[in-house]
């Protein structure tokens, strides 16, 4: 049932693609459907699916020329190009059905910002898929007194933090196992824990979840500590000082902190100078490590008292 809901998610992904696309990707089994992370266009090329194994160019599919990278742009922003130019300057659009198409082509910048992109020349269309019911026994973890401690999600790149920290967002904000709903607010910076599309949530963050997207991080946390009284503060891969000194704002409002941060383990954590303010502030108290094992993942709690 598993690998149907995945090959499922695939095959929506894939209908956001131009007809001669898809008859590519149907060529692949069931299988690598289900592993699928992303569908990859770059012009000169062909296309290609990434796969646990590395990408992987399906059968008889054509070339991609600049013209057809053009046109997705357009397909995805419904041939409003100019209403979506802020968040092609990022360099990504966001679909129904919580997709996310990563863009490369040539900047366009304005007083030194990227205000757009023009000459596409490479897209990615990412395949996210929610993972339910992974967070409930970490939860009971972390929480034995039914109280959240400001806790760490580490692991390192397609480790699994944000599929995690969603789970765990959705498991706080619905309640379970006798613990109360709590009021989460959710800086998704890069659209990818809700995926938001036309003010809704495309992917599953529970009923009591307040979303800013596409605001960085920085701005957002003052943000949403002033417009939504959060219980519960969530945000995705900390990596700036803006953050790191938002974050430490916030948790002296008396709010929990849930955040995720590139690290293998606790120890490598340790070891990055720009989170000793956080430790040695105790922000967070405990870690959730993710580890890969072949096709699972472990997680393992420990502190950071």
């Given at each position: ?76 922003t ?75 999600l ?90 790191i000194?938002?974050?430490l ?9 849930l ?26 108290t405990?870690a ?9 993942r ?8």
């Amino acid at each position: 049932m598993e690998q149907q809901a995945a090959v499922t998610r695939f095959r929506q992904a894939a209908e956001l693609l131009e007809g001669k696309w898809q008859r590519g990707l149907r060529q692949l089994t069931e299988e690598q459907m289900a592993s699928c992370e992303e569908i990859r266009l770059r012009a000169g090329g062909h296309m290609t699916v990434l796969l646990p194994e590395g990408e992987v160019v399906p059968d008889a599919a054509p070339a991609v020329t600049h013209q057809d990278l053009e046109r997705l742009c357009d397909m995805l922003t419904a041939y409003s190009r100019y209403a979506s130019a802020d968040a092609m300057g990022r360099g990504y659009l966001q679909t129904k059905g919580g997709f996310r198409v990563g863009l490369c082509g040539t900047a366009v910048l304005r007083e030194g910002v990227v205000a757009n992109l023009r000459d596409i020349s490479s897209a990615s269309l990412r395949i996210g898929r929610e993972v339910k019911d992974v967070a409930g026994p970490i939860l009971k973890e972390l929480m034995p007194d039914g109280t959240l401690p400001g806790t760490l999600l580490l692991s390192g790149p397609g480790g699994g933090k944000t599929t995690l920290l969603r789970d765990m967002i959705r498991c706080l904000s619905d309640g379970q196992a006798g613990r109360r709903p709590l009021r989460v607010a959710l800086a998704d910076e890069r659209g990818e824990i809700a995926a938001m599309y036309q003010g809704l949530p495309q992917l599953d963050v529970g009923g009591h979840t307040d979303v800013l997207d596409g605001c960085p991080k920085a701005m957002a946390i003052p943000m949403l500590l002033r417009s939504m009284n959060p219980q519960v503060l969530a945000v995705d891969e900390i990596t700036e000082t803006e953050d790191i000194r938002a974050i430490l704002s916030a948790a002296n409002c008396g709010v929990t902190m849930l955040a995720t941060i590139h690290a293998a383990d606790v120890a490598e954590l340790r070891r990055k100078p720009l989170f000793r303010r956080l430790l040695q502030a105790k922000v967070f108290t405990k870690a959730v490590v993710i580890q890969r094992l072949e096709a699972q993942r472990q997680y393992l709690v420990e502190d950071l008292a």
